[in-house]
């Protein structure tokens, strides 16, 4: 099983809305990321879990609060968003190695939650 | 400034044509990944490339790792409607001890019957 699910798959949400975008994984992998993409641009990293520990946070706004409650989930909780954080919004999962440059890690992605803020 | 870029950036080929896309990176790659986006989905893992001169192929797609592991190129043979969408080179970058999983520039391809 290859599969990385995101809920939900599509979601409209007001500035003073609170929701949560949700990742689950059943690989095995310990490494877990979200991006934000927008539109005609490459994915943008966004968080990085390692061990279920936040290991990079790419200075995101505090409006967007990630969490893994454990080794198969991943949230992103959203308060007070902004229209242009309006974005496809991607997990990914990864083996961790202790040297991804020379062992090699690829990631695994879902489909991704399309997110409108108006 | 990009890590990772590609080129070219958009492109339209006629079906039963060739093509490439390159991956060009500022620092040495220690392993390239190559994927596939669909308009507004999620990324698709095509290859992995490793070794300097690396080369590997799944159906009419070839990826290449150049020896000096800076540059890495996509080959499709005889393109098809189904290759059409956006293709990303990825690499992970270490940066003060940490990992970094980045993306290039990203190719749109358009595939015409």
């Known amino acids: 099983d290859t599969e990385v699910t995101q809920t939900p798959k599509h979601l409209v949400m007001g500035m003073t809305n609170k929701k949560s975008l949700k990742c689950e994984q059943h690989?095995?992998?310990?490494?877990m990321y979200w991006y934000k993409q927008k539109a005609k641009k490459p994915p943008e990293l966004m968080f990085v879990?390692?061990?279920?520990?936040?290991?990079i946070n790419e200075s995101v706004p505090s409006r967007f609060s990630p969490e893994c409650p454990n080794s198969s989930l991943l949230n992103l909780h959203l308060h007070a968003l902004q229209p242009e954080d309006s974005a496809l919004y991607l997990c990914?999962?990864?083996?961790?190695?202790?040297?991804?440059?020379?062992?090699?890690?690829?990631?695994?992605f879902g489909q991704g939650t399309r997110l409108t803020v108006v | 400034s990009q890590e990772l870029e590609q080129s070219p950036q958009s492109l339209i080929v006629q079906e039963g044509k060739n093509l490439t896309i390159n991956c060009t990176s500022s620092k040495t790659l220690y392993g390239l990944y190559w994927y596939k986006q669909k308009y507004g989905e999620g990324l698709i893992f095509l290859m992995m490339?490793?070794?300097?001169?690396e080369e590997k192929s799944h159906e009419k797609i070839t990826a290449k790792l150049d020896e000096k592991k800076q540059q890495s190129s996509l080959h499709i043979t005889a393109s098809q409607p189904s290759h059409a969408g956006i293709y990303l080179c990825?690499?992970?970058?270490?940066?003060?001890?940490?990992?970094?999983?980045?993306f290039g520039t990203g190719t749109r391809l358009k595939v015409l019957a």
């Open positions: 490339l490793q070794k300097g001169g």
């Open positions: 990914a999962s990864s083996r961790l190695a202790n040297n991804p440059e020379l062992e090699g890690c690829e990631a695994f």
């Open positions: 690989m095995g992998h310990r490494a």
């Open positions: 879990y390692s061990y279920e520990k936040l290991s």
């Open positions: 990825g690499a992970i970058f270490s940066t003060s001890g940490t990992y970094k999983y980045i």
